[in-house]
């Protein structure tokens, strides 16, 4: 998914934004937004996984279901179907 964003100087470009679910083991993204509600959103927050922070996939189970994310220094497993609601952007 293509998102349209805008740097300091006004100047309009895209940015890919993909889900922490579509993340291949081992690559780093930035989160960029949590759709993520209630207790859940609190908890990850409580984490450290709020907007603006690193994130890489560190393993993921057979069935895709969780997946290990490292965060801040320490290592979470989120359920694919909350994973599916956390958009990031490529991390440079």
Do not use: Q
């Amino acid at each position: 998914m293509l998102k349209t964003a805008e740097n300091w100087m006004g100047v309009r470009f895209l940015v890919n934004i993909l889900s922490l679910s579509d993340l291949p083991v081992g690559k780093t993204v930035v989160v960029e937004e949590i759709l993520l509600s209630g207790a859940m959103r609190l908890r990850l927050m409580e984490l450290g996984l709020v907007p603006g922070t690193r994130v890489r996939c560190v393993h993921r189970a057979p069935s895709g279901s969780p997946g290990a994310y490292a965060v801040r220094g320490a290592v979470i497993a989120i359920r694919k179907s909350d994973a599916v609601r956390i958009l990031t952007e490529p991390w440079a």
